[in-house]
């Protein structure tokens, strides 16, 4: 069975989206982001702050690597693993979906995570935009289904990406 990848930026949904798809089609759920954190036995931003966002991405293409190896699952990667090319092999792997989300939707739901590195001591709202203007390309590139994830009902948004894969 092949496997169903969430890809998009912070707060658009990809965990919580993820959970209910994987219920949903009776596949398991994998966040890449936990995986790595259950590995280190630490928190992204921890990583990060040893090891810097290099360091992130190095242990992040390694996760994907191993995860995109599996059958049948339901995967929700981190913002920024479409950055990478190889990263982005990997993903291709599987049926791709972006999640796509406002701007003000991700500061609505990243204000309150401490667990956002990116977001730590900068402008939280300009540095989202920095970020999509990076990205964005990326996950409309990558992606076999694009999905407004926004202020959508969850439910709503597994839906859709239902109604699409029994196409």
Do not use: W
């Not at 959970?19 to 036995?41: N, P």
């Not at 590139?141 to 994830?149: G, N, P, R, T």
């Amino acid at each position: 069975m092949q496997n169903l990848i969430l890809i998009g930026p912070m707060g658009s949904g990809k965990t919580t989206v993820g959970k209910q798809l994987a219920k949903r089609t009776r596949m398991d759920f994998v966040d890449s982001d936990h995986m790595i954190e259950e590995r280190c036995g630490v928190s992204i931003s921890t990583i990060f702050d040893i090891e810097g966002e290099d360091g992130f991405r190095k242990r992040e293409t390694k996760m994907l690597s191993e995860l995109c190896e599996r059958n049948g699952i339901v995967l929700a990667t981190g913002g920024g693993a479409v950055v990478s090319e190889e990263n982005r092999i990997l993903l291709r792997k599987g049926f791709v979906v972006y999640l796509k989300t406002s701007i003000e939707t991700q500061l609505a739901r990243t204000q309150k995570n401490q667990n956002r590195p990116l977001l730590e001591n900068v402008d939280a709202e300009t540095k989202l935009e920095e970020l999509m203007e990076e990205r964005g390309k990326l996950y409309e590139q990558e992606a076999d289904l694009i999905v407004m994830s926004g202020e959508r009902i969850v439910s709503k948004v597994v839906d859709e990406i239902i109604e699409a894969l029994e196409k």
